[in-house]
């Protein structure tokens, strides 16, 4: 059974940085992606980034340059530093984890079926 437990959310000012941390146990596929997405309040979730098993990477537009997915294969734990947070980045980030995608977008929230519990990052101005 696939377990996916973010950490490493939090409150920070503007211009700060935070790495998320997705532990990932009980997977067994050797070929995968993985992905952070989050969720604004009343909003569907949106993908921020996604990180494959052949390390190809895709931001979305609105973190690209500020954002960086990374997974240590050997702690089996996804990451997502973030650097230069905006007060627009506040949202519930959850880690994401499914067969490999092999489009050049970022895949919808319906590819993914195994997901964690979310952890929440606040951005104060």
């Known amino acids: 059974q696939v377990q996916l437990v973010e950490s490493g959310g939090g409150s920070v000012q503007a211009g700060g940085s935070l790495r998320l941390s997705c532990a990932a146990s009980?997977?067994?596929?050797?070929?995968?992606?993985m992905a952070w997405f989050r969720q604004f309040p009343g909003q569907e979730r949106e993908g921020v980034a996604t990180?494959?098993?052949?390390?190809?990477?895709r931001y979305a537009g609105s973190v690209k340059g500020r954002f960086t997915i990374s997974k240590d294969n050997a702690k089996n734990t996804l990451y997502l530093q973030m650097n230069s947070l905006k007060p627009e980045d506040t949202a519930m980030y959850y880690c994401?984890?499914?067969?490999?995608?092999?489009?050049?977008?970022?895949?919808?929230?319906?590819?993914?079926?195994?997901w964690g519990q979310g952890t929440q990052v606040t951005v104060s101005s």
């Open positions: 994401a984890a499914d067969r490999v995608f092999s489009g050049s977008w970022l895949p919808p929230q319906s590819f993914f079926h195994d």
């Open positions: 009980g997977y067994t596929d050797v070929r995968y992606s």
């Open positions: 990180i494959n098993s052949d390390g190809t990477t």
